[in-house]
C-alpha cells in the first residue's frame, strides 16, 4: 500500500496548485517542464517524475481542457488499423490495453463488448473472424499469456437480436462480437496528473506558456509564463521543455523556433448522447461509415455515438457539434437502429479536435533530430525543447516514455522508464475495495447502482470520499437536480481533484454537461455553493461563475443550430470565459 505522504501529496487543490507554481517557479529549476495537461502531457509528467526527475507540468486551462476529454473514451487497440496491416501499432496498442485494465488504471478502465454486424452469411463471417481472431491472439500475447477480456464470440442473426434487440432486420445477417474497454477519459488525465504529483511533479493548471526562454547558443533554458489565476508574470528554469499540446503544438513551438518543428492540422469529431433506456441492448455496436467509423457505446446512465472526421480550420479553442454535424451522426445511427432516433432524444452532445500529424516537419527542423513511429513523431523544435505529437488516448503511456528518452538523450538508458508497473491514484487496493461493496452500501443506504458509479470514479479513493462523508454527513445527500452525483462528489473535486471553477466540476469532474440537456445549470447554484464554502469566494465570484457557465450553455445551444463551423465556433468564440489568456 502506499503511503499517507504519497496520498497527501497526490492531492490536487488550490493550495497545492499554489505551491507548485511557487516551487516550479524558484531559483533551482526543473529538469523537464511539460507544456500541456492533457493524456500525453500527463502521461510525460508521471514518466519524468516516476525517473526521479524535478518535474514540472501547466497547462492554460484545467487538466484535460482540450482534446483528451472530448474523445470516444475508448482504450482499444484499434481494429481497423489491424485491416490496414499496420500489426505493430495493433499489438503496442493492445497490450496498453491490458496493462490499463489489469494494473494501471482498473477502477477507471473496463471491458467492454460490441456487436460488429455482418452483411454477408459466409465471405465477410470468415475474414472478420479472422481479422478479430488475430486481434484476440495480439491481446493475448501482449499480456504475456493472460486474457484481459473475453474472446469472440459468433451469433447467427437470432442470436444477435437478444443481445441488441433494436437493430434492423435488414442491416445484417449475423455478427460477431468482440471486446475492448472503455474509459472516463478526463478522469484518466486526473488520476493521472495526481499520481505525477504524489511522486513529486509539481503540477499547476490555468498556467499559460508566454515566451520560450534562450541563452546567448540559442540553447532553450526556460519559459516565461502566466498564472491566470492571479495575474502573475513568472519565469521557469527548465534543463528540457517537452511541447505536448496537441492541435495547438504549433502555436507553442512558434514561440522557441519559427517555421520548425511538428505540422498538425485538426480533425474535428463529434458525438451525441441519448438516454440509456432509448436503444435496447446489452452491448455495443461498431461499424465503418463511409466517412469515419461509428460507435455506439453503453454508458452507466446513456449512450454515446460518434463520430465524425472532419477537416477543421477555426478556433480550435471552440468546437462544437453544428446541425449537419447532429444530422450525420443520426443518420449513421438510424441506419442501424429499428426505433430510429431524433433530435428530441438527444439529451448532449460534444466536440473535439484530434491532431493529425502531418507525414513531413517544417522547412527549418532538423530530421536527423527526430523519432518517428506509425502513430506519434517527437522532434527537436530547438536545443533544449522538443515536441511530441499525434497518438491516441490508449497508447499514451508509450507516448510518454519515447518523449522522456528523447529529452533525456544518451542518459535514459541509465534511467528507464517505470511506468509499466506504476499504479494510478485509486488502483492500488482496488480490489479490496471492491470486496467491501456490499458492506458500504449497507452502512450508507446505497444501491448497487450508486456503489458501480462510485467505484468507477475513484477506486480505492472511495475511502476518501467516504471521510468526507463522516466528517459532514450533508454531504451524502444527492444533488437536487442530478441525484446520479452526490453533494459529497463536488467537494471531492475541489480537495482531491483540483477544480477550481463551476465549469471543472460541471465539464470534467461530474460532467453533468454531457448527460443533461441544461448541461448541468441546474445544478449550478447548489455546486456553487460547495465550491464557495472551499474556495472562499464572494458573492461577485459565485455570480461571475454561474453568468460565464449560462453563456457557454446558451452559445451551444445556438451553435447546435448553426450549418458551419465558422458560424457555431464564432457564438462560443463570442462567450465570456472564466479567466481570460494574456
Do not use: C
Not at 8 to 29: C, H, I, P, V, W
Not at 159 to 188: E, H, S
Not at 230 to 257: D, M, P, R
Amino acid at each position: 500500500m502506499r503511503s499517507t505522504h504519497f496520498t497527501q501529496a497526490s492531492y490536487l487543490n488550490k493550495e497545492s496548485r499554489d505551491r507548485a507554481f511557487q516551487a516550479m517557479t524558484d531559483d533551482e529549476g526543473v529538469d523537464i517542464l511539460i507544456i500541456g495537461g492533457g493524456v500525453t502531457g500527463a502521461g510525460i509528467a508521471l514518466d519524468a517524475a516516476t525517473r526521479g526527475l524535478r518535474t514540472a507540468i501547466i497547462d492554460q486551462g484545467d487538466w484535460a481542457n482540450g482534446t483528451s476529454s472530448w474523445s470516444s473514451k475508448l482504450v482499444h487497440g484499434g481494429l481497423r488499423y489491424l485491416y490496414n496491416l499496420d500489426f505493430k501499432l495493433v499489438a503496442e496498442a493492445l497490450k496498453e490495453r491490458g496493462l490499463l485494465l489489469e494494473k494501471t488504471a482498473p477502477h477507471l478502465v473496463k471491458a467492454q463488448p460490441f456487436l460488429w454486424p455482418l452483411k454477408m452469411p459466409v465471405i465477410e463471417r470468415a475474414y472478420s473472424a479472422v481479422g478479430i481472431g488475430m486481434y484476440d491472439t495480439m491481446a493475448f500475447a501482449g499480456a504475456r499469456g493472460r486474457r484481459t477480456v473475453p474472446a469472440q464470440k459468433h451469433f447467427t442473426k437470432k442470436g444477435a437480436k437478444k443481445i441488441f434487440p433494436d437493430i434492423k432486420n435488414d442491416v445484417f445477417t449475423g455478427a460477431i462480437q468482440f471486446y475492448d474497454a472503455r474509459v472516463d477519459d478526463a478522469r484518466l488525465v486526473i488520476d493521472l496528473i495526481r499520481t505525477a504529483a504524489g511522486y513529486g511533479a509539481l503540477a499547476a493548471s490555468r498556467v499559460e506558456l508566454t515566451n520560450v526562454v534562450k541563452n546567448n547558443l540559442g540553447t532553450v533554458v526556460g519559459a516565461e509564463v502566466r498564472n491566470l489565476e492571479t495575474g502573475e508574470n513568472a519565469s521557469i528554469k527548465a534543463k528540457h521543455i517537452i511541447n505536448a499540446t496537441g492541435v495547438w503544438t504549433e502555436e507553442t513551438e512558434s514561440l522557441a523556433q519559427e517555421d520548425a518543428g511538428l505540422e498538425v492540422l485538426a480533425s474535428k469529431g463529434i458525438h451525441i448522447l441519448v438516454p440509456r433506456d432509448r436503444i435496447k441492448a446489452t452491448s455495443g455496436i461498431f461499424t465503418m461509415t463511409e466517412k469515419s467509423v461509428l460507435f455506439v457505446i453503453p454508458w452507466q446512465r446513456y449512450w454515446i455515438i460518434g463520430t465524425t472526421d472532419t477537416p477543421y480550420t477555426e478556433d480550435i479553442n471552440n468546437p462544437v457539434a453544428t446541425a449537419d454535424d447532429i444530422q450525420y451522426v443520426l443518420d449513421e445511427a438510424n441506419r442501424l437502429l429499428a426505433n430510429e432516433l431524433t433530435k428530441d432524444d438527444i439529451i448532449g452532445t460534444y466536440a473535439g479536435l484530434r491532431p493529425l500529424l502531418q507525414p513531413k516537419l517544417k522547412e527549418g527542423s532538423e530530421s536527423s533530430s527526430t523519432k518517428v513511429s506509425r502513430e506519434h513523431t517527437v522532434t527537436q523544435i530547438a536545443p533544449g525543447m522538443s515536441a511530441i505529437a499525434g497518438g491516441k488516448l490508449t497508447t499514451y503511456r508509450v507516448m510518454a516514455e519515447d518523449a522522456v528518452d528523447f529529452a533525456l538523450g544518451e542518459t535514459a538508458k541509465a534511467r528507464p522508464s517505470v511506468t509499466e508497473s506504476i499504479e494510478l491514484v485509486g488502483a492500488t487496493g482496488y480490489s479490496a475495495a471492491e470486496a467491501q461493496r456490499a458492506k458500504i452500501a449497507q452502512i450508507h443506504g446505497w444501491n448497487d447502482e450508486r456503489m458501480t458509479h462510485l467505484l468507477e470514479r475513484y477506486g480505492s479513493d472511495i475511502h476518501e470520499l467516504l471521510a468526507l462523508i463522516e466528517e459532514d454527513g450533508s454531504l451524502a445527500t444527492p444533488l437536487a437536480h442530478a441525484p446520479q452525483f452526490l453533494r459529497a462528489d463536488v467537494l471531492f473535486g475541489v480537495r482531491f481533484e483540483g477544480a477550481l471553477h463551476l465549469e471543472d466540476i460541471l465539464i470534467r469532474r461530474a460532467r453533468l454537461d454531457l448527460e443533461q440537456r441544461d448541461r448541468g445549470l441546474s445544478s449550478a447554484e447548489e455546486i456553487i455553493e460547495i465550491m464557495s464554502e472551499e474556495l472562499g469566494w464572494d458573492a461577485a465570484t459565485e455570480q461571475h461563475e454561474l453568468d460565464t457557465y449560462k453563456a457557454r450553455v446558451e452559445a451551444i445551444a445556438a451553435a447546435e443550430n448553426e450549418t458551419t463551423d465558422s458560424a457555431a465556433t464564432g457564438l462560443l468564440s463570442n462567450a465570456q470565459t472564466v479567466v481570460s489568456r494574456a
